[in-house]
């Protein structure tokens, strides 16, 4: 119920609760303003208030010291309170003084929330309270006062710094979650970025390659088609090895093909010959088994039969497969007429590609179109001996049965002699064979003998008989053939090319004008003198090649095999200088094939993907320029592939 009240200095009535009884309380009246005690009337009549106590005499300077102090009477701290308001929902309360610095929690919605230190050095007094020291003041019910607009949104609270919430430290799950939201996004959009500029740049050289076609057709190389037969061996070399889709493929076939058409369009010459050689190993970068084969990257390595119901055209290369192209090739050599050691050599390599990639089969089906019919048994006999050299003993074996039925009685009789047959029968000691070579005796060997009987020492690694036998005096000739197999089939091969560099200085010392040496015999020792890292020598035997054509491209060979002994060494245009007279019926292939080495090599080392552009400037123009930027792509292939 409620009661009637009345303030006692002004007179202004109230009706108060009745829990209000006794208690005191603020006068709403702005012009009292006085606290008084709510007194219940009698029939509506108030009290009269009881008369004022005697005020005690107080001294002036104590009044004037009380009057001066804002220290509040002291309290006791289990006494004292601190007024809490939430943040969020603005709910009050109160909490012990004990719990300063302390996280509580909103009775109301449960917010956590730091209470607030009190700070003893400044209490506080009738100044800031605007209220008589140690007043107890209360609010009337249903009655706002302006003084008592203190409240400030929880938001504002926090914008200002003055809430501060100290929280829990979260679950470890948490931050997993968050450093997964946030990072993912991060790492995708840095891989894609990665991608993308990779992506670039990978277009930027694959749009380079497709630009030669417009440097292949330049009038500047239409009078040197061997110039333009390396170009396109170099860029079929990139596009196959690249090998991401048939595009690929195509398009290193393409280049294949038009390097066989600059071949055959080419004058006969010694650096020709060992140009279709190159053409050869290059091709077989095109075979492949399995999914590259099913998706278009590679061709298949043997020939295959066309299907009836093909929906698309297959390429004429897919079904000739890689044996085709190589017969192709390998039959324009043949027609180049050059000589059975140069062409003998080739097929060495050929066969330790192929036994590499278990594809024998592909050069033994394709030497008819390299070798005359008297020339196929020693031919064969070489493939035979590459394979015992590779563990493959039941292939040799298969062709050195084949080859005592053929040679049991020769018509026409065999040539050359085939040395390399008699050794394949000796080795793996195949009975009831035709004498077809003499063993060494006291007088000075056979070519064939000295051949023969080198293999042999050097597959069964008798050393000290090798050593005395390529020792034998002797035309030089032989002995330098010899001296090259063993060099080509010994790692390292320093002996032999310290050996074959005297024999060689012995022959210019005699100076017979009727003396000539292989060149081919010469080429392939310097390359492995360069490759072993012997550069001095491998240039004594360069300056003893007579061919001109085959000197330079000699020079170019030593250089590119110098450059795979030490990766690391600087190469210079200086390395590989080209003439100053660029008249196109006198160049020779040397000069340019030693620029795309040398810038091959400089890409490969440097990893420096603005070369092609930078030979493109500088080199010149139309003829030497685009070696340098094709070496450049080429070298820049390699080191991703190391």
């Not at 007194?39 to 005499?57: D, L, T």
């Not at 009685?409 to 065999?414: G, L, Q």
């Amino acid at each position: 119920m409620a009661i009637d009240a009345k303030c006692p200095f002004c007179d202004k009535g109230y009706r108060l609760k009745d829990e209000l009884l006794g208690k005191k309380v603020t006068c709403a009246n702005k012009d009292c303003r006085k606290l008084f005690t709510v007194e219940s009337s009698v029939n509506g009549a108030f009290p009269a208030p009881p008369p004022p106590k005697a005020a005690p005499k107080l001294d002036a300077e104590e009044l004037a010291a009380a009057a001066l102090n804002d220290d509040p009477e002291d309290i006791p701290e289990d006494q004292k309170t601190i007024a809490m308001v939430c943040a969020m929902c603005e709910h009050a309360w109160t909490v012990a003084w004990t719990m300063q610095g302390k996280n509580v929690l909103c009775p109301d919605c449960k917010h956590r929330q730091k209470v607030p230190l009190q700070d003893k050095g400044k209490k506080g007094g009738w100044r800031e309270r605007q209220a008589p020291e140690g007043a107890k003041t209360e609010v009337l019910s249903d009655v706002t006062s302006a003084r008592d607009n203190k409240l400030v949104s929880g938001e504002t609270l926090r914008a200002t710094g003055v809430i501060k919430e100290d929280l829990e430290p979260l679950p470890t799950s948490i931050y997993v979650k968050w450093a997964a939201i946030i990072g993912v996004p991060v790492l995708a959009l840095a891989i894609g970025l990665v991608f993308y500029f990779k992506s670039r740049t990978e277009e930027r050289e694959e749009r380079a390659v497709v630009d030669w076609q417009t440097t292949l057709d330049a009038e500047e190389l239409k009078p040197l088609p061997l110039y333009g037969a390396a170009l396109r061996i170099s860029l079929g070399e990139y596009e196959a090895r690249q090998g991401k889709d048939q595009k690929d493929r195509d398009k290193a076939i393409e280049y294949f093909t038009g390097a066989l058409a600059n071949l055959a369009a080419a004058p006969r010459t010694t650096d020709r010959e060992h140009l279709f050689g190159e053409l050869a190993l290059a091709v077989l970068l095109l075979g492949g088994t399995g999914e590259d084969v099913m998706e278009k990257r590679r061709i298949h390595w043997l020939p295959q039969p066309p299907q009836a119901r093909a929906s698309v055209k297959p390429n004429p290369a897919e079904l000739e497969g890689v044996q085709g192209q190589l017969r192709r090739v390998l039959s324009g050599l043949r027609d180049t007429r050059a000589d059975f050691d140069t062409r003998a050599a080739l097929t060495r390599r050929l066969t330790r590609e192929l036994l590499a990639r278990d594809q024998v089969e592909v050069i033994r089906s394709a030497l008819p179109a390299l070798f005359a019919e008297t020339e196929l048994p020693e031919a064969e006999a070489q493939v035979g001996l590459e394979c015992l050299r590779a563990k493959q003993n039941e292939l040799a074996k298969d062709i050195a049965e084949k080859l005592k039925a053929q040679l049991a009685a020769p018509n026409p009789p065999p040539a050359p002699t085939p040395a390399s047959a008699h050794a394949l029968w000796t080795i793996l000691e195949i009975k009831g064979v035709p004498a077809v070579v003499p063993a060494p005796g006291a007088s000075e060997p056979t070519e064939a003998t000295r051949w023969a009987y080198t293999a042999i020492h050097l597959i069964r690694k008798n050393e000290a008989e090798l050593t005395a036998l390529l020792n034998r005096p002797g035309k030089t000739d032989p002995r330098l053939k010899a001296l090259a197999l063993a060099a080509e089939w010994s790692d390292p091969p320093g002996l032999f090319i310290e050996m074959a560099e005297r024999a060689v200085r012995d022959e210019a010392a005699r100076r017979d004008p009727n003396s000539s040496l292989s060149g081919s015999a010469l080429l392939r020792l310097a390359r492995y003198a360069a490759r072993s890292g012997a550069a001095e020598k491998a240039d004594e035997f360069v300056k003893s090649i007579l061919d001109e054509h085959l000197k330079a491209y000699a020079k170019a060979e030593v250089l590119r095999n110098r450059f795979a002994f030490d990766r690391g060494q600087a190469a210079k245009d200086d390395d590989a200088p080209i003439p100053d007279d660029l008249d196109p019926k006198k160049l020779k292939l040397g000069p340019a094939w030693g620029r795309l080495a040398l810038a091959r090599h400089n890409a490969a080392r440097t990893r420096d993907r603005n070369l092609s552009a930078t030979y493109g400037k500088t080199w010149p123009r139309a003829v030497i320029a685009p070696f340098g930027q094709v070496g450049a792509l080429l070298g820049l292939q390699d080191n991703e592939k190391r």
